[in-house]
């Protein structure tokens, strides 16, 4: 189990004591590489790329074609089952109100995207979107909602995508209720024959439980970004470092626990600038799942405006929308450079590879172990946002 640090923060109640990205910072090691002998390869189940990205299932960055790209630039694009893509024939006018109804200083009002969204899900429509990305050539993803996996699921599979994500804001491997029946991920994933990314996971036992389902991947985050309501409207916060680090010792464990199964941590959150990815991966990370930071690309289908999967819920949204951006280059110059700004926004893998040779290591596995201090911008030694309650 990880190490916890409570603290009393009022009489008889304690929080345990956990750190964002920014307040943890990488220390250089004694050895230094040149940035061409650095791989930043990795590999889940069968399925090999060259970056550890992994892209967050919104509409605003994510269509077929811009999943294939991604699978193109050597990172895995995700798709979302349950997006415009599966539910319009051709969503291009719907992007484009979205697009119209953004001002310079404001996203789309979140009624619009509600009502964009109340459009019904076509199933022959999730079958042609995966056969558009296979016939590219690509690794194939798609997400389902925990809620909508037993429906959705089957038609995802047997249209052939290669990897299944069931992926929602917080997903546990055991659902309680009383009304029908439940998913159960274990009795699920064990009938599939294709590997399975499951989460989001904020803590060791979730992703533990999460891990012995066997899933291939789990999320760890809440996919708290900068336009994340999930704090304001539900209370619920995430300290993404201490996350990390909590699953990656939940992979250690798991791993001894099974004799040598291992299985990928995927960190999910405010994750929006190359040091960030860094930051994540010496965490512990086995990759990251980027979103806004994709929607400045010429290709991303929201042409710069972001909103998450669960910003349109029809009852609960916990998303706003963003002004538009405006394009910093194409999906390639974003991933790999040359960057035209020193603000950490472009040349995102560039700049990953750049720091594990600055720190000396080869590859992600060894990347893993580099020392991190703390002392970040993030005031991790009040109780305020880096703080799990318990």
């Known amino acids: 189990m990880p190490v916890r640090d409570n603290v009393e923060i009022g009489l008889n109640r304690f929080a345990r004591r956990g750190y964002d990205l920014d307040e943890v ?3 250089p090691s004694r050895r230094t590489r040149d940035h ?3 791989s930043t390869a990795w590999q889940i189940d069968a399925f090999r790329f060259d970056i550890p990205l992994v892209t ?4 605003a960055v994510v269509s077929p074609a811009t999943a294939v790209a991604v699978g193109q630039a050597g990172g895995l694009g995700v798709l979302n089952a ?3 893509w599966t539910r319009y024939d051709d969503p291009t006018d719907v992007l484009r109100r979205l697009r119209e109804a953004a001002g310079p200083d404001a996203g789309p009002p979140t009624a619009l995207l509600q009502e964009v969204y109340a459009e019904p899900v076509k199933p022959d429509l999730i079958s042609a979107r995966v056969k558009e990305m296979r016939d590219a050539g690509v690794t194939s993803a798609v997400r389902v909602s925990p809620q909508h996996t037993v429906g959705l699921a089957p038609t995802v599979l047997s249209a052939g995508a290669d990897l299944l994500v069931i992926q929602g804001t917080i997903v546990s491997a055991e659902h309680v209720t009383t009304a029908g029946e439940a998913l159960n991920l274990k009795e699920f994933i064990a009938d599939l024959d294709v590997p399975v990314i499951v989460g989001g996971a904020a803590d060791y036992q979730t992703a533990l439980h999460l891990m012995r389902t066997g899933a291939a991947g789990v999320i760890v985050g809440v996919g708290a970004d900068s336009w994340s309501t999930a704090d304001a409207v539900m209370g619920i916060r995430v300290p993404l470092a201490s996350a990390i680090a909590d699953a990656a010792a939940a992979r ?3 791993l001894d626990e099974t004799g040598g199964r291992y299985v990928h941590v995927i960190a999910n959150g405010r994750i929006e600038t190359s040091g960030a990815i860094a930051r994540a991966l010496a965490c512990g990370a086995d990759a990251v799942q980027l979103g806004e930071p994709l929607r400045v690309a010429e290709e991303a289908p929201g042409g710069g405006v972001w909103w998450d999967s669960v910003a349109a819920h029809p009852r609960l949204p ?4 963003s002004a538009p951006a405006a394009p910093r280059g194409t999906l390639d110059q974003v991933l790999f450079g040359p960057a035209e700004a020193s603000d950490g926004r472009t040349n995102l893998f560039g700049a990953l590879r750049r720091t594990m040779a600055k720190t000396g290591y080869r590859d992600l596995k060894e990347f893993q172990r580099v020392d991190l201090v703390l002392g970040g911008g993030g005031g991790a030694s009040t109780a305020g946002p880096g703080h799990l309650v318990g």
């Open 56 to 59: 967050s299932p919104s509409d």
């Open 36 to 38: 061409d002998d650095v």
């Open 82 to 84: 349950e997006g415009l």
């Open 25 to 27: 910072s990488i220390v």
């Open 318 to 321: 916990r998303g706003g929308t």
């Open 252 to 254: 250690r464990d798991y």
